[in-house]
């Protein structure tokens, strides 16, 4: 089971979430979210983490402009388009991508992981209006797709309490979480932090275990 810790916003957190296992980080390069960081903040982080974590760029609706500036001066492995950007947008930067689906209550996830083809990963989130990600909010895990080949990342108010029933229902490749692990807006509690990755690996290894006996393996 991979853990993306979304919303780092210091170097402290970036070494805690990394040290506690995390596989991916994310920096929000996006001005209204409180977990905003700064190119100068970005490039600081970067610097300081292992680099076998996946320091993920995360973008809403950016001029391309905006996202070429920062990836000649942040070292991102890869990209994340949080808001309604389409395909063609996604590939012109030429980088790895994953694409943030918002689970609005019409939304097929199927027809709209189609649109992206050549994204490494489909992070699905919960849909609230006007609100582009990080809302706390959980949606329905029966809905998230089963039995494809694509990566498909659950995300969408996740905690230490919920993630292992999340993972137990909706069987994503990977985690994804921001406000469920944090002390305050922008700041993780190293607590809840270590919590959910424990979390989320035990229940990945007690779901692989259960399936091999039921399999008779
Ligand atoms: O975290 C934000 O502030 C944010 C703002 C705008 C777009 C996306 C944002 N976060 C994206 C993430 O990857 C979050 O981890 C994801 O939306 C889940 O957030 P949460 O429900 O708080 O765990």
Redesign the pocket.
């Known amino acids: 089971m991979r853990v993306?810790i979304?919303?780092i916003t210091s170097v402290e957190d970036a070494r805690l979430a990394v040290d506690a296992g995390a596989d991916a980080l994310?920096l929000?390069f996006?001005p209204p979210?409180?977990?905003h960081v700064t190119v100068e903040l970005a490039t600081e982080i970067a610097s300081a983490v292992s680099p076998f974590a996946v320091l993920t760029g995360?973008f809403?609706n950016a001029h391309p402009q905006e996202v070429e500036d920062i990836l000649k001066l942040v070292p991102l492995n890869l990209l994340?388009f949080?808001g309604d950007e389409n395909a063609p947008y996604c590939r012109q930067f030429h980088r790895p991508y994953m694409k943030?689906l918002r689970m609005k209550p019409d939304l097929d996830p199927v027809e709209a992981m189609a649109a992206y083809p050549d994204a490494r990963g489909v992070?699905l989130?919960?849909y609230r209006k006007g609100v582009?990600?990080?809302?706390?909010?959980t949606f329905d895990w029966q809905r998230v797709p089963q039995g494809g080949d694509r990566h498909i990342i659950l995300?969408?108010?996740?905690n230490p309490e919920n993630v292992a029933e999340a993972i137990a229902a909706a069987h994503p490749h990977g985690v994804?979480?921001?406000?469920?692990v944090e002390a305050a807006p922008g700041r993780k509690d190293p607590q809840k932090v270590r919590a959910f990755i424990d979390a989320a690996r035990s229940a990945a290894t007690s779901g692989a275990r259960s399936n091999a006996l039921t399999q008779g393996v």
């Open positions: 993306k979304c919303g994310g929000v996006y979210s409180p977990r995360l809403v994340q949080h943030a992070l989130d919960a582009p990600g990080g809302t706390g909010d995300a969408g108010g996740l994804d979480v921001s406000g469920g």
